[in-house]
């Protein structure tokens, strides 16, 4: 869907467990061998993953200003499940939050936001606002207010359905004045005198 550059860092991570599900297709890549072993998950996790992609799409939504797609479970109630460690480098003393258990998604997914929450990139991973779509993207625009995974796909469209609303409206007050005036006989300059 998106023509724009994956997100920075481990978010990469969330962006792909959010665009694992094409909604305007119906095509779910955790369906796939292929699409569980991207994400290093397998069949008996599909359900949770799926679970885990729906809160992360609503809150990807709420970034970027919108209501969430469907009734999900709180983001923050599923990575309350997710032990991190705080794993400190013996030779300059950086630290960072990781998986206490690297395996399951759900803690790759939790260190990835913790990370992104540090670094200041968390905010600006969204879901596009088309209703068709909801695909992850990293805004990377200079105001942080982007509405759409592609301008080109998503934007066109909406500009479009907004342009033909806006004309059916402006169509059904051009003929509702044209019925007034061949009911009461008048026109727009002779009313009222």
């Given amino acids: 869907m998106s023509d724009r550059s994956a997100a920075p860092g481990n978010l990469v991570l969330v962006e792909s467990l959010v665009n ?32 885990l992609r729906e809160s992360l799409r609503a809150a990807l939504l709420a970034h970027a200003g919108h209501r969430p797609h469907r009734t999900v479970t709180p983001l923050g109630d599923l990575l309350a499940h997710a032990p991190l460690h705080l794993a400190v480098d013996d030779t300059d003393g950086s630290a960072r939050l990781t998986p206490a258990d690297p395996a399951p998604l759900l803690s790759r997914v939790a260190a990835a936001v913790a990370e992104a929450l540090v ?52 169509a059904k007050s051009t003929k509702d004045a044209d019925a007034t005036e061949k009911a009461d006989g008048t026109t727009p300059h002779t009313k009222g005198r």
Wanted: glycine share 10%.
């Fill in 20 to 51: 694992s599900l094409d909604i305007e297709s119906g095509r779910d890549l955790l369906d796939t061998e292929e699409g569980r072993a991207r994400l290093g998950i397998g069949p008996e996790d599909v359900a949770d993953a799926r679970r």
């Fill in 119 to 170: 670094a200041g990139t968390w905010q600006r991973l969204k879901a596009c606002e088309a209703p068709d779509c909801h695909w992850a993207y990293y805004d990377r625009s200079p105001a942080g207010r982007g509405r759409w995974c592609s301008m080109q796909v998503c934007g066109a469209r909406a500009k479009m359905r907004r342009y033909r609303a806006k004309d059916a409206k402006d």
